[in-house]
Antibody, heavy 127, light 108 residues
Framework: QVQLQESGPGLVKPSETLSLTCTVS????????WSWIRQPPGKGLEWIGY???????NYNPSLKSRVTISVDTSKNQFSLKLSSVTAADTAVYYC?????????????????????WGKGTTVTVSS | DIQMTQSPSTLSASVGDRVTITCRAS??????LAWYQQKPGKAPKLLIY???SLESGVPSRFSGSGSGTEFTLTISSLQPDDFATYYC??????????FGGGTKVEIK
């Protein structure tokens, strides 16, 4: 079955750019939407954005000015960059897949919940 | 943004209890609601989608209901493995995707 694995630095300095990669194994990155979600220590979940395998994106307006999500289909990976980080960006960062279903009558149907999650990676912003 | 409000924030219950968690949306989201279970140090796990559809492999003691702005997640008979935090998430056509604040189910 499909598995996701986040990777990247666990410590980022304030004002620098946080960069994470999610590697998809056990399946193709094609035909799906892929998302990043984060969870500050002791708090709830926050959606960051998603990307279609073809490269189209949507971001949370609260982070849009600082976020870039990209995809590399040749490596079966997608990535997150978050610029100008502060301590408020300290969180566990998860990558996840959004499901798609094929129906004979209506074709491909995309849904914007997350059915497969990576284990998460902790990123601390500190000097 | 669509605000999702869960209640209660914490719930104390015993094994075998019937447990109900409520999630309210600030505007109608039809049935575009998912529920997740999260255990400490672990990623969220999908339980329910489209308000009442059970994800494959999820025990049948979990059920979801509701539409519009009010939704519930019910655990018919709480098991030891069910002590966790539960989140709802709306995926209506309007972005951003948003989550409820979470409900922690504790041992009574």
């Amino acid at each position: 079955q499909v598995q996701l694995q986040e990777s990247g630095p666990g410590l980022v300095k304030p004002s620098e750019t946080l960069s994470l990669t999610c590697t998809v194994s056990g399946g193709s990155i094609s035909s799906y939407y892929w998302s990043w979600i984060r969870q500050p220590p002791g708090k709830g979940l926050e959606w960051i954005g998603y990307i279609y395998y073809s490269g189209s994106t949507n971001y949370n307006p609260s982070l849009k000015s600082r976020v870039t999500i990209s995809v590399d289909t040749s490596k079966n990976q997608f990535s997150l960059k978050l610029s100008s980080v502060t301590a408020a960006d300290t969180a566990v960062y998860y990558c996840a897949r959004l499901p798609v279903y094929y129906d004979f009558w209506s074709g491909w149907n995309y849904y914007y919940y997350m059915d497969v999650w990576g284990k998460g990676t902790t990123v601390t912003v500190s000097s | 943004d669509i605000q999702m409000t869960q209640s209660p924030s914490t719930l104390s219950a015993s094994v075998g209890d019937r447990v109900t968690i409520t999630c309210r949306a600030s505007q109608s989201i039809s049935s575009w609601l998912a529920w997740y279970q999260q255990k400490p140090g672990k990623a969220p796990k999908l339980l329910i989608y489209k308000a009442s559809s059970l994800e494959s492999g999820v025990p049948s003691r979990f059920s979801g209901s509701g539409s519009g702005t009010e939704f519930t997640l019910t655990i018919s008979s709480l098991q030891p493995d069910d002590f966790a935090t539960y989140y709802c998430q709306q995926y209506n056509s309007s972005l951003p995707l948003t989550f409820g604040g979470g409900t922690k189910v504790e041992i009574k």
